[in-house]
């Protein structure tokens, strides 16, 4: 282990950790398409499983132990920088979940056609902007029979620090692409498209014909607003999760949990 202990705040190594935002990390130069920071060590532990390339760690000085050592170990010669809990805080702007940050490059984006080929269930997800609902949802679609997720441009990006510990790590194991298609080409590979939507002609989540369907694509919209009209008129069914007292919707991650276990593969 190359350890090294944080004195100076300002050492240009640590911007990664402090100073540049997720956006900013993305774009910096290097052999793959930018970096990403991993946080705890189970979501550094799945990113390694997946193959991702460390750059740096960062931990508390006091988070040394068995688990973090074997994490550190698995990313090999890399700068590992430790200091003091507050010191840490304040250098990062927070505290650190578990105690452990590692910087990794980013893996080269998936081919969305590739992602999905022998795929039986997929999530479609329409602008999902939240990067703690993002998370949640990879997190369901491993959990929940989702053979990979597709997302618009306008979605968060997966590999956001806080996506990637809400997901604890799924996202490097559900796999995902970016999708710039209009949502009935699904219908030209194969794919029956299920609309999660609150419409007047909807069919219930229960429905066997929904059970049946040998591939499905199940399409949740952004906060708030939900699906766009376009996307619903390209879709197969419209379907709802029916509701009591009086409550007429469900957080997006919320209802992906549903609909992910109700119309999973049988």
């Known amino acids: 282990m190359q ?17 540049l935002t997720e956006a900013q990390l993305a774009q910096v130069p290097g052999p793959q398409q930018g970096l990403f920071i991993a946080e705890s060590p189970k979501v550094i532990a799945r990113a390694l499983d997946a193959g991702c390339k460390p750059v740096s760690v960062l931990i508390e000085e006091n988070n040394f132990n068995p688990e973090t050592e074997e994490i550190i170990r698995r990313c090999g010669d890399v700068p590992v920088y430790t200091g003091e809990n507050k010191v840490l805080a304040q250098l990062t702007g927070y505290k650190l979940t578990r105690g452990l940050l590692c910087a990794m490059e980013r893996p080269k984006p998936s081919c969305s056609e590739a992602v999905i080929q022998s795929a039986r269930r997929i999530a479609v997800l329409e602008d999902v902007v939240n990067p703690t609902n993002l998370g949640a949802i990879f997190r369901s679609a491993a959990a929940l029979g989702m053979d990979a997720v597709l997302l618009t441009p306008g979605c968060s990006d997966p590999l956001y620090r806080r996506s990637a510990r809400v997901s604890m790590g799924t996202v490097f194991q559900v796999p995902w692409a970016f999708w710039d298609k209009p949502v009935g080409y699904l219908r030209e590979l194969g794919f029956k498209v299920a609309a999660m939507a609150l419409k007047d002609d909807t069919v219930s989540i229960d429905d066997v014909r929904l059970q049946k369907e040998p591939k499905l694509a199940i399409l949740l919209g952004t906060e708030g607003e939900g699906l766009t009209d376009a996307a619903i008129c390209q879709c197969d069914y419209t379907v709802k999760i029916p509701m009591y007292h009086g409550v007429d919707s469900l957080n997006v991650a919320a209802a992906s949990a549903v609909a992910f276990w109700e119309l999973r593969a049988r």
């Open 3 to 19: 350890i090294i202990n944080v004195t100076n705040l300002a050492d240009p190594r640590l911007d990664v950790y402090a100073r």
